[in-house]
Nanobody
Framework: QVQLVESGGGLVQAGDSLRLSCVAS????????MGWFRQAPGKEREFVAA????????YEIDSMEGRFTTSRDNAKNTVYLQINSLKPEDAAVYYC???????????????????WGKGTLVTVSS
């Protein structure tokens, strides 16, 4: 019932910064836990970062590393992933995902989300 569309990927140089976007369908976006994951060729999908919205605040509930931060604009049904100081090993397909059933943080980190986007490719040149 939730469609997610990522954008913002592309070819960047190591050391650059990049912001990915994910637009979600639905009328209750503010209730969703929104997560970002990535998968490099031949490797397993891994958790990157996630946030949630409560009251008037956005909470970064987890991040694999400080270079990765999330934000969201509930009025636009959009969540963002900011990646700073990109490294070659950051190259991957980046996916956004929505958790709509109150998944605990541990489940979110393991990829236990309800809906997934198709991904956006990030390529990093050194």
């Amino acid at each position: 019932q939730v469609q997610l569309v990522e954008s913002g990927g592309g070819l960047v140089q190591a050391g650059d910064s990049l912001r990915l976007s994910c637009v979600a369908s639905g009328r209750t976006f503010s209730k969703y836990v929104m997560g970002w994951f990535r998968q490099a060729p031949g490797k397993e999908r891994e958790f990157v970062a996630a946030n949630r919205y409560s009251g008037s605040s956005i909470y970064e509930i987890d991040s694999m590393e400080g270079r990765f931060t999330t934000s969201r604009d509930n009025a636009k049904n959009t969540v963002y992933l900011q990646i700073n100081s990109l490294k070659p090993e950051d190259a991957a397909v980046y996916y956004c995902a929505a958790g709509i059933r109150g998944q605990p943080i541990a489940a979110v980190r393991q990829g236990g989300m309800d809906f997934w986007g198709k991904g956006t490719l990030v390529t990093v040149s050194s």
